[in-house]
T-cell receptor, first 114, second 113 residues
Framework: KAGVTQTPRYLIKTRGQQVTLSCSPI?????VSWYQQTPGQGLQFLFE???????NKGNFPGRFSGRQFSNSRSEMNVSTLELGDSALYLC?????????????FGSGTRLTVV | AQSVTQPDIHITVSEGASLELRCNYS??????LFWYVQSPGQGLQLLLK??????LVQGIKGFEAEFKRSQSSFNLRKPSVHWSDAAEYFC???????????FGSGTKLNVKP
């Protein structure tokens, strides 16, 4: 079956702009979580959605938001981009909430803010 | 608070040698335990997971991990490392009593020819 698909793979944006990243989970998976990965901070949890509801949110400013659609596809949005937002953004899906059955990750979106 | 510790930031082993990557967690009960591998510029791939039962868990690519409750550890092992195993490895904990996954900081594995 198809894996977790993230689009786009690479993105270059200018400071102050906003960006939307997309994630299509594995068919049948209702939980989608987003992580930010940087060399200095490692993997940091952004938020989790389960059946269109945000279940949990990490310690990120309100500029970071997300949503999940009825088909479980998810988007995350970052507004007023800052240089420090440059990172690999990973989406992960699982059948159960909080990934208790193990997450399947996408290949990520590499965001560069200039 | 829950935490996951991977004490080794970098490890270098020779091809064909055995490998053990360490992972310790801090949590009152036994969590669900996972090992992931990440190749450069890619997402994370699940190697194996432990929920309960047999404390020795077999995974993909010839990896195994052993859960030791007394040591709060879940170390990853491979008897003979291949050059293609060079990657970064992450230990993670989660479970129904957790509000999210907790990842370790990762161990970068370098394989010498």
């Amino acid at each position: 079956k198809a894996g977790v698909t993230q689009t786009p793979r690479y993105l270059i944006k200018t400071r102050g702009q906003q960006v939307t990243l997309s994630c299509s989970p594995i068919s049948g998976h209702r939980s989608v979580s987003w992580y930010q990965q940087t060399p200095g901070q490692g993997l940091q949890f952004l938020f989790e959605y389960f059946s269109e509801t945000q279940r949990n949110k990490g310690n990120f400013p309100g500029r970071f938001s997300g949503r999940q659609f009825s088909n479980s596809r998810s988007e995350m949005n970052v507004s007023t981009l800052e240089l420090g937002d440059s990172a690999l953004y990973l989406c992960a899906s699982s059948a159960a909430a909080r990934g208790v059955d193990g997450y399947t990750f996408g290949s990520g979106t590499r965001l560069t803010v200039v | 608070a829950q935490s996951v510790t991977q004490p080794d930031i970098h490890i270098t082993v020779s091809e064909g040698a055995s490998l053990e990557l360490r992972c310790n967690y801090s949590y009152g009960a036994t969590p669900y335990l996972f090992w992931y591998v990440q190749s450069p510029g890619q997402g994370l791939q699940l190697l194996l997971k432990y929920f309960s039962g047999d404390t020795l868990v077999q995974g993909i690519k010839g990896f195994e991990a052993e859960f030791k409750r007394s040591q709060s550890s879940f170390n990853l092992r491979k008897p003979s490392v291949h050059w293609s195993d060079a990657a970064e490895y992450f230990c993670a904990v989660g479970g129904s009593n957790f509000n999210k996954f907790y990842f370790g900081s990762g161990t970068k594995l370098n394989v010498k020819p």
